[in-house]
T-cell receptor, first 113, second 114 residues
């Protein structure tokens, strides 16, 4: 089954404790992206990747890092999480972002205390 | 820069009512336009899309027409069902060298009551 998986689905952590949210897709997609969803703000893009070793900033990249060492994986790294990073995070992938369907993961709800 | 504006929610309708969710955009050139739907507790799913002016996207009884002259992509459905209750997002992508960002509206929550 074609899918995007994220782990963990729920995470409660404390300020400053490094964490990684994993994202994996099994569709051989080149394009992957991370978004955060906040009430009243909709979805905002954090980082995206057009292929292995090619990443770029989205609209709200501050406080986040990503890597794309393999085509299927695109982890999101929070080196020193802060409470303003409490949010719902979605990973997405597509063959090509311009006209093809973006497939979204189920979401990771992160709470930073 | 690119932007998408959708009507504020929440929207509450009775079953079988007509639905319109307005979406307008700002972008240079010829963006592709999308409607995504998010059911409770789930990720987003593509509902429909249009890639050029006057294209009509349709799926599951929903329709939207890409109107370049009014920079709009309004979502419509003739008769909503309780199962259509969800959050709807309008989005655009404007391609080009080095440009692969997808811009979303803030979302419109739809509740359909029996």
């Amino acid at each position: 089954e074609a899918q995007v998986t994220q782990n963990p689905r729920y995470l409660i952590t404390v300020t400053g404790k490094k964490l990684t949210v994993t994202c994996s897709q099994n569709m051989n997609h080149e394009y992957m992206s991370w978004y955060r969803q906040d009430p009243g703000l909709g979805l905002r893009q954090i980082y995206y990747s057009m292929n292995v070793e090619v990443t770029d900033k989205g609209d709200v990249p501050e406080g986040y890092k990503v890597s794309r060492k393999e085509k299927r994986n695109f982890p999101l790294i929070l080196e020193s999480p802060s409470p303003n990073q409490t949010s719902l995070y979605f990973c997405a992938s597509s063959l090509s972002v311009s006209t093809d369907t973006q497939y979204f993961g189920p979401g990771t709800r992160l709470t930073v205390l | 820069g690119n932007s998408v504006t959708q009507m504020e929610g929440p929207v509450t309708l009775s079953e079988e009512a007509f639905l319109t969710i307005n979406c307008t955009y700002t972008a240079t050139g010829y963006p592709s336009l999308f409607w995504y739907v998010q059911y409770p507790g789930e990720g987003l799913q593509l509902l429909l899309k249009a890639t050029k002016a006057d294209d009509k996207g349709s799926n599951k009884g929903f329709e939207a027409t890409y109107r370049k002259e009014t920079t709009s992509f309004h979502l419509e459905k003739g008769s909503v069902q309780v199962s259509d209750s969800a959050v709807y997002f309008c989005a655009l992508h404007r391609g080009g060298a080095g440009s692969y960002q997808l811009t979303f509206g803030k979302g419109t929550k739809l509740s359909v009551i029996p």
